[in-house]
């Protein structure tokens, strides 16, 4: 420990057991979603609500209080940056969890478990009816804890951008407005290119589930999956998840009639993995500092999406892999790595999120952070919901879903009352496309991640990574980020650039 | 809640949140054992270091006691009896934790940590003499952990008596001498009738990991196994283990060479978890009071075993499953179901404990039993284990070890500083045999267990316990367990006799 003091010491220590509680509602949260009976979701909740409750104690307690202010008096004008910047961020966290009324963030605890398995069940019954109530309680408790927030914002933000901070800090309604303008402008013609005989042919089959086990183990050891560190498992919806300083876990499933779903998927989800395997944990000044935490949500998917959608959706890749699924398929139904390539990227609009193409991903998002703003700002009401997804989903994408469970069902965020999450997703496109440009400029130009690629060379991607993007931690936020590590401002530029030249490499 | 006035109240909250943190232990316990990868181990340890400090301070702090003063004195001449035992067991609990010196709580704890790590060493290069020390300290350790916690016992109890208590409420080592010697007497009788031409033929083989699988997954079906409820994972040793009043796990492991190991093992943990599940939790004076609680290991080790040896090694039993077994196979190594029968029912003396038949299990109980003293209360230097081991194993099973690794090494307890522990397997076997006699007087008579097996009909076996002893918590302990259910004193006459009558129909 080079921190000097006393006080500081204390923090780092108290910081440190934080981290051991926040990591234990992590563990239970992987047990909950991998392998726990139905039947466990009440106490589940109930442990994770006294969890949620001790953390809030430990991050806002007169004691922790006393101790921030003590190690914040230790400063002196020698005291290196990042010192100053982590209790920066400490003073901030505080100021917000002093606003919150404990009650609520019990409340809430318990809304938000109960959500989850009322969302669960109103899903698999495609009944929007038995969910609604409790979305509205959900809306309802965090909107009071919006307005409990205000006096610790240190700018004036809306109810919604309150709610946005912590996945995305200090991003603004306006800010997004402007990033998701060419996107709702261009995305819809880009759309309209896709003509229904371009959709690729041959992807209609299956593979065996033995089969895409095997695929998925094959990819996540060509890049450098560690046993000793690391754990897969299935769940229903795919996530990452870090459970300690050496223990990462990822989940995937296996979606019969779409054979690359769970392959796409553990490319996504290790990319969140790698990132988080990045985050710098020795150096004194970030573990268990807050320098040492993934900085914002878009950032993180910026990170999962560039092993997704710029590695294994790549022309190289699918060139490199296609014989590897034909051999275990005993067939080649693509006919030909081309077909493949193409099977790995159906470009036509559809109802599910999690399943968009490049093209329309982006736009399922533009529909979410508009409901979101509606719900949350407008007064709209929760029942209203489905339809107005319905009529925004047909302008936006021309499909119109036949239930809710393929509507606004179908994802579990507002089950467990994250408002504000959205953006993330599609400022993550926006990132990674921005973040490629720069790794080319430096790896040898335009091209530059396809001859990686084609070379089996992909740990030469992780490297460029892991040097400019994942040691910076929270010493900067997404807009910073891509600013100091591209030298330009965040843009949708890069992105709408990218997907132009791919359309027409797959139209070609 | 009937349970009146408003410390009473608020104590069963106290302890109703003491229970959530117990079970986040074991839900982290669950996954550290199924699925953690080999790096997380440090955290892990770091995050349940945490947890029993916050359980500790919570059943000992000031604050607790004062609740629990107060609701004494809310006791009146017209409070139940069972809001009394509750509270007499708080108190007793309460006495113990208070008489700790923090110090030695603390060395202990590292002491159990460096014993594992020590012994896991030790085992692996068959070198007791790097051990001996760390179990000399632990001796030592718990000796002084006896000598303080010797004011709060209501009777005079021995250090080693002292120790037994949380595995075997009010166990003495009379008493269990009393149990014992008939064993001591009858079973080396017993295990000289087993001819060395009498163990099973055909059981060489193995059977697939996947048709092992479905086989246990078909008995648990066939066992009331609620998917809602339960679930079944994979680990290095089998356990049970529950994660909420509605979250029951399981696990067992494969063992090549051993096709029967995964089954039996799959019977015997779903007999432990049928017994948590039965545990009353609706009761107001029962869940999350101290009588909600399984009473002593000896009565959770006798429901393991009474589905484990009454149940799945019967000859209905194997008569039933006989056809599955060889339908899956294919063939039928065992020469029809009395071959299959024995197979179940492997009777040949063994130096392994864990894998010990019914005959020689007792006799390695009666060995570790009587060390345990030596070492403990009769000054037995730690460098002399291995000489008295090999020598009582020679007198008492007729078996000698070839190295210490297979011999004084072999079990955990020890190095975990568990004394006290062992006597309960044993006095499960004897608790199951006499709740069998019971049972079947109460179903038809001798042979009823028979019957209910060869009907299909093991839920009137469940039914049985369900009434008669699984409600009960810890109404009583495991010899007033017995008494009540069987109406007379525990003895080990009803397994000698069991023992008796199964050798003589394998060997028939």
Chains 1, 2 share one sequence.
Not at 201 to 225: F, M, N, T, V
Not at 262 to 268: G, N, Q, R, S, Y
Not at 366 to 378: D, G, I, K, S, T
């Amino acid at each position: 420990m080079a921190v000097p003091g006393t006080a500081l010491r204390r923090l780092r220590d108290h910081l440190h057991q934080t981290r051991l509680l926040g990591s234990i509602s992590s563990a239970l949260y992987y047990d909950q979603n991998t392998v726990m009976p139905a039947a466990g979701a009440e106490w589940r909740g109930q442990q994770l609500a006294l969890l949620a409750g001790e953390l809030h104690e430990r991050q806002s307690s007169a004691p922790y209080t006393e101790l921030l202010v003590a190690a914040e008096a230790e400063l002196d004008s020698e005291a290196p940056p990042e010192l100053r910047r982590n209790l920066e961020l400490l003073r901030l966290e505080l100021g917000r969890q002093r606003c919150l009324d404990p009650a609520l963030v019990s409340a809430l605890a318990k809304a938000q478990s109960r959500g989850n398995a009322v969302w669960q069940d109103a899903r698999a019954r495609n009944d929007f009816g038995t969910f609604a109530p409790a979305l509205a309680e959900l809306i309802s408790l965090r909107l009071e804890q919006a307005s409990q927030l205000a006096a610790a914002e240190p700018v004036a933000r809306s109810p919604w951008e309150i709610l946005a901070q912590p996945f995305e800090p200090n991003v603004s309604k306006a800010r997004l407005e402007e990033l998701f303008a060419p996107l709702r402008a261009g995305l819809p013609a880009l759309l309209q290119r896709v003509a229904p005989s371009s959709t690729p042919e041959g992807s209609g089959g299956d593979l065996a589930e033995a089969l895409q086990e095997r695929l998925c183990a094959e990819l996540l050891d060509s890049w450098g999956y560690d046993p000793q560190r690391c754990q897969r498992s299935r769940s229903a919806h795919p996530f990452s998840c870090t459970v300690g300083p050496q223990d990462f876990r990822i989940t995937t499933r296996v979606v019969p009639g779409q054979p690359l779903s769970a392959f796409l998927a553990t490319a996504h989800e290790w990319g969140h993995s790698l990132y988080e395997q990045g985050l710098p944990r020795t150096d004194d000044h970030y573990f268990p500092w807050p320098l040492g935490e993934a900085t914002s949500m878009g950032v993180h998917e910026s990170q999962s999406l560039f092993w997704e959608c710029r590695v294994a959706r790549s022309r190289a890749f699918a060139e490199r892999w296609h014989h590897r699924f034909c051999q275990g398929l005993g067939s080649d139904p693509w006919n030909g790595a081309f077909g493949f390539w193409r099977a790995l990227n159906p470009l036509k609009p559809g109802l599910i999120r999690v399943e968009a193409d490049e093209l329309s991903y982006g736009l399922h998002i533009v529909l979410r952070f508009e409901l979101e703003l509606a719900l949350l700002e407008q007064a709209m009401p929760v029942e209203e919901l489905p339809h107005h997804w319905n009529r925004r989903m047909g302008e936006l994408l021309g499909v119109r879903p036949a239930s809710d469970a393929e509507g606004c069902l179908q994802d579990i965020h507002w089950a467990e009352g994250l408002f504000g999450y959205f953006p993330s997703y599609a400022l993550g496109h926006l990132i990674s496309a921005q973040l490629a440009e720069a790794l080319e400029r430096d790896l040898g130009g335009a091209g530059a991640i396809e001859d990686c690629v084609a070379q089996g060379e992909e740990e030469r991607l992780q490297q460029w990574l892991a040097r400019h993007v994942w040691p910076l931690g929270r010493q900067v936020d997404g807009e910073e980020l891509v600013a100091q590590v591209c030298g330009s401002a965040l843009s949708a530029a890069p992105f709408l650039a990218y997907l132009e030249r791919k359309l027409g490499q797959l139209q070609g």
